[in-house]
């Protein structure tokens, strides 16, 4: 384990001198504009489209003598490491403690931090999704020990850090639905959470209604029915946004809501091995049928499979990690090296492949 540990965090140092096109255009000029203006005072002012928690921690970085892309990446690949035990912490949820549940979570650990997407998303890429994928591993983990209150406190922090945690929200609420233990009051927890991260930017003088408002804004930043990631609109990604989007969401939710619906009506709560189904369905239906959609966004999702391929050895759970990890790496490459080596309509149905086979996993009437 502490060999995989320094093997690890020596491909990432190999990594860090690379400069992705997020990094010059966005992240480092964020960095720069908040340690010129002092750190954490600078918040008071509107720097960047990311959350406050993420500048924040952002702006203590500033403090460090260390260069922008150090700090920047440095945090993201702290937090690999997080989403590393988060994962091992999850598979041991799911498992009997014994000498084998030890050495899978010990795989899960070494998987995850080895994978290439891992890498390539913090290291190379410079992103944060390791932040907010180790807290709703976490939240995950929570709901299957049936730690409510917990669960929906850490996915209130998960969701402060990135918009993207909101695709896990079906899982919640279907838990909300078929739980006798899972309170609705719970849900006022997430945006408790997150005007609580947001308090020292507002001490500073930042506006309260930009805690929330900074969404609204991600929302409207692109308007194209795919944006890099291999999606149900890679098939015809120039169709026009204004026309289809609204039918996409529409689409989406009813996805959403049939699941939701044939959860009620077997009328028993989810078992451990439904709520991660559940969590990796619900966030990849979103990621393929929703407008807007980045190749990164399926990190988290990426992860869990892992988990899930672990928990439950069956071949063709191996395969689909496999299938959905590599696509996610291939459609990586186009942006941050230039480079297709496979077209994003054939990566597409690879995924929907995916797609079928975890529904399939999820309406059968028993799971393990």
Not at 136 to 146: S, V
Request: proline share 5%; net charge positive; with cysteine.
């Amino acid at each position: 384990m502490v060999t995989v540990t320094l093997l690890s965090a020596a491909a990432r140092w190999y990594c860090l001198p690379f400069e992705s096109e997020d990094m010059h255009k966005y992240l480092i000029p964020w960095f720069n504009e908040l340690k010129s203006g002092g750190g954490l005072s600078a918040l008071k002012r509107p720097i960047g489209n990311y959350n406050l928690l993420y500048l924040t921690l952002m702006a203590l970085g500033t403090y460090l003598p260390l260069s922008a892309i150090t700090v920047i990446k440095g945090l993201s690949i702290l937090f690999d490491y997080a989403a590393a035990t988060a994962s091992a912490y999850l598979l041991y949820t799911l498992m009997k403690p014994n000498l084998q549940t030890r050495l899978l979570c010990s795989i899960t650990y070494i998987l995850t931090l080895l994978s290439p997407e891992t890498i390539l998303n913090s290291a190379v890429w410079g992103q944060c999704d390791s932040i907010y994928t180790t807290f709703c591993i976490l939240a995950l983990a929570f709901l299957i020990e049936q730690k409510f209150r917990s669960a929906f406190l850490i996915f209130g922090l998960a969701f402060s850090f990135k918009l993207q945690a909101i695709f896990f929200l079906p899982l919640f609420i279907i838990i909300w639905l078929t739980s006798a233990n899972c309170k609705l009051r719970y849900f006022l927890l997430i945006p408790a959470t997150m005007m609580a991260t947001g308090l020292p930017a507002i001490l500073i003088g930042r506006p309260p209604q930009d805690v929330f408002g900074i969404y609204g804004i991600q929302i409207g930043w692109m308007r194209t029915m795919t944006a890099g990631c291999p999606n149900f609109y890679s098939f015809a990604p120039n169709i026009e946004f204004g026309y289809f989007a609204p039918a996409a969401i529409l689409v989406t939710l009813m996805l959403l809501g049939l699941m939701a619906a044939w959860m009620l009506y077997r009328n028993r709560p989810l078992t451990s091995h439904e709520v991660l189904l559940l969590a990796v369905w619900s966030s990849i239906v979103c990621i393929y049928f929703l407008p807007d959609m980045h190749e990164r966004y399926l990190f988290p999702t990426d992860l869990l499979l892992i988990v899930l391929a672990l928990y439950t050895n069956r071949y063709w759970d191996r395969l689909c990690a496999l299938a959905a990890i590599g696509v996610s790496i291939l459609s990586y490459l186009p942006y941050l090296f230039l480079y297709e080596t496979i077209p994003m309509w054939a990566l597409s149905l690879v995924r929907l492949g995916c797609v079928i086979y975890l529904t399939k996993q999820l309406t059968r009437l028993r799971t393990i």
